[in-house]
């Protein structure tokens, strides 16, 4: 019989005995086991169980893992994916929880467990807004699960809950990890096994970044890679997480490390087969980004990141499973939930870009990664590698993010249009005491406290001012704007004006596009289309007055801009154009014109699911969503064959 560790016993307890739970815990602890128990009684039970998670890969892999137990019994929603959506257990993204919470609770009428992964997302200040509304809003028939890592304050977020829904929310806490962590250092091209050797280098300030001053000329450049490889070679430290803040980084440090060859003569055949075959099974056999890949994997080599096709991405993913791939260079993405645990893990940086600087690495988010290393049942303990460049570190930086202790999450509450105005719809002006359960109210001071009460009533009065509302009521434009999350003002505009209307099925791809792209630092612009120029005019006139409206009322952050990058891209694949082809048409990477896309696809199905959206649009709609949504792009097809 498998055995439960002490807070696995502990979870599963509580949640036997009825009680909604919150779990904090070391990455690779083993949270996931609880989750399952959870889904193993609702089955048995004859109820349903929600499966939340925050990025759409995620939700994925658990579709796969889970449908190996369950069978019929899963299915999966995130927008551009829907399969089995009746099922009783039914894993979706946190933002298709929260929509469903607010527009169809009815939906939900069968489902008694709603799992919440990663919960610690509160803290994003992004989408943080999301989670914290689902558990707002939490209807009071489900109890929940939240897993978490590692968080001090995990006693204050359950007390808001409980005040919040009045029923008791029982807190688990771990801090020792089943593989213990080894921390090693590589600093002027010395790899040393402790801080305290660290802090013996030659160069290395101790006082931290901002005090001392920096030599340009120090850092990577003593710092090899090879080096550093063939260390964690020589200690058997195989397979190999190597977390790169950046994705062209991620490339070149392959790139550069394909000199070597780490695999068995043996192992080289078996995984040039196994690569090949998977390639043929996702379609990638005439793709140019795999064929480059192969010559890395035959070294025992890859790399993973947003910008590669999803496809690619998996079949690396296998291959890492698979353990002949000896070390891949990721980003941090990889670290969020997806069960690739490796012997060891190395940080090419402790820096990272956080929205608008660089600033040294989260305590939280270094474990997050860090927690990779260690096999449980296979490693006594995993081996994490830091390369340290004195120019930018000292070793007060670096024992701050590894021995500093985890951030406490903070709410980012800062609620949409599209929300307002559902709560408008139910509460009328009575929305404003919605804002006194949120975790903002309970965790800020009262100057706080007034500043979001401000933002919630300029908002509200802007929908007010500007028909979205009238006479109470929510009007044609508001029943519109309600549906489209992140959007709002933007295409209710457009629909208002009947530019959505008049747009043939081009038009309305090139408009979603834009609507969801978001452009890197110096991305290019490329020719644009008469068809495409006149929707950009229209959008460009619309936004600045949006923008006017916004800034007048002091409302940040400000309505996303439309930008029209992908236009070309769009209506080439729009005619049928190959996706290699299509990729000639934007400097966008691959795999970003994949999630654009996909985006552009979910984003019309809002369009098309609003009950004001006329007939004829809804027929325009359907019809370039499905126009869209095939081969690379339909994400469905993907999960249909794994």
């Not at 791809?509 to 005019?537: D, T, W, Y």
């Not at 619309?542 to 309505?559: D, G, M, T, V």
């Amino acid at each position: 019989m498998f055995k439960y560790d002490r807070f696995q016993q502990e979870a599963i307890d509580h949640i036997n005995n009825g009680h909604s739970v919150i779990v904090s815990a070391p990455t690779g602890a083993g949270k996931t086991a609880i989750a399952e128990h959870v889904i193993d009684t609702c089955i048995n039970n004859n109820t349903g169980v929600i499966y939340t998670a925050p990025i759409k890969a995620l939700s994925n892999q658990k579709f796969r893992d889970f449908q190996n137990r369950l069978g019929d019994n899963i299915g999966i929603l995130t927008g551009d994916i829907s399969l089995n959506p009746e099922a009783p257990v039914l894993i979706m993204t946190t933002e298709i929880f929260r929509n469903k919470i607010l527009d169809d609770q009815e939906s939900l009428k069968k489902y008694r467990w709603i799992i919440f992964d990663e919960v610690h997302y509160l803290d994003n200040e992004e989408r943080g807004t999301v989670w914290e509304e689902s558990l707002i809003f939490l209807p009071s028939h489900m109890n929940l699960l939240a897993l978490s890592a590692t968080i001090p304050n995990i006693k204050q977020i359950a007390e808001w809950i409980e005040s919040i829904h009045n029923k008791p929310v029982q807190t688990v806490v771990e801090t020792e990890r089943p593989v213990p962590l080894h921390f090693l250092f590589q600093c002027q091209n010395q790899v040393v096994d402790s801080l305290s050797a660290l802090k013996n280098i030659k160069g290395l300030p101790e006082l931290p970044y901002k005090f001392h001053r920096q030599n340009p000329r120090t850092g990577y450049g003593l710092n090899k890679i090879g080096p550093l490889i063939k260390h964690i070679r020589e200690r058997e430290g195989f397979p190999c997480i190597y977390f790169v803040f950046g994705r062209r980084r991620a490339e070149d440090l392959a790139k550069d490390l394909c000199r070597f060859d780490l695999l068995p003569k043996d192992d080289c055949g078996k995984i040039t087969a196994l690569y090949e075959e998977l390639c043929r099974k996702f379609d990638l056999t005439r793709e140019r980004s795999a064929q480059e890949m192969s010559d890395l994997v035959k070294k025992g080599i890859a790399f993973h990141h947003a910008g590669m096709l999803p496809t690619l991405k998996e079949v690396i993913e296998r291959l890492f499973t698979s353990r002949l791939l000896k070390v891949i260079f990721t980003t941090e993405t990889f670290a969020l939930g997806i069960n690739m645990p490796s012997r060891s893990v190395v940080f090419d940086d402790l820096r990272k870009f956080y929205g608008r600087y660089v600033r040294n690495l989260k305590t939280r988010d270094f474990y997050q990664m860090a927690g990779r290393a260690g096999r449980r049942g296979i490693d006594t303990e995993g081996f994490v590698y830091c390369r340290i460049n004195p120019a930018k570190l000292s070793y007060n930086d670096i024992n701050r993010v590894i021995y500093g202790g985890p951030e406490e999450v903070h709410s980012q509450l800062n609620t949409s249009y599209a929300t307002i105005l559902n709560l408008y719809e139910k509460y009328r002006d009575d929305l404003y005491k919605v804002y006194p359960l949120s975790l903002h109210y309970f965790q800020c001071r009262k100057e706080e406290q007034k500043e979001a009460l401000r933002l919630i009533e300029a908002k509200l009065n802007l929908l007010k001012d500007n028909d979205y509302i009238k006479n109470g009521e929510l009007t044609p434009k508001g029943q519109f704007a309600k549906t489209v999350y992140g959007y709002e003002l933007l295409l209710s505009e457009l629909y208002e004006r009947d530019v959505l209307e008049q747009l043939d099925e081009f038009g309305l791809g090139i408009m979603a596009a834009a609507a969801v792209f978001e452009p890197r630092k110096n991305q290019q612009m490329l020719n644009l289309s008469k068809s495409a120029r006149r929707i950009r005019a229209a959008c460009e006139e619309i936004y600045a007055r949006i923008k006017q409206l916004e800034i007048s009322r002091r409302i940040y952050p400000l309505s996303k801009e439309p930008y029209f990058h992908l236009s070309g891209s769009i209506e080439s694949w729009l005619r049928g154009t190959s996706f290699e082809k299509t990729l000639l048409l934007t400097d966008t990477d691959e795999g970003e014109i994949v999630r654009y896309f996909r985006m552009s696809v979910q984003i019309l199905r809002e369009i098309g699911d609003s009950e004001v959206a006329s007939p004829l649009l809804k027929e325009k709609i359907r019809e370039t969503a499905r126009v869209i949504n095939r081969d690379i792009i339909d994400a469905e097809k993907q999960l249909r064959e794994t």
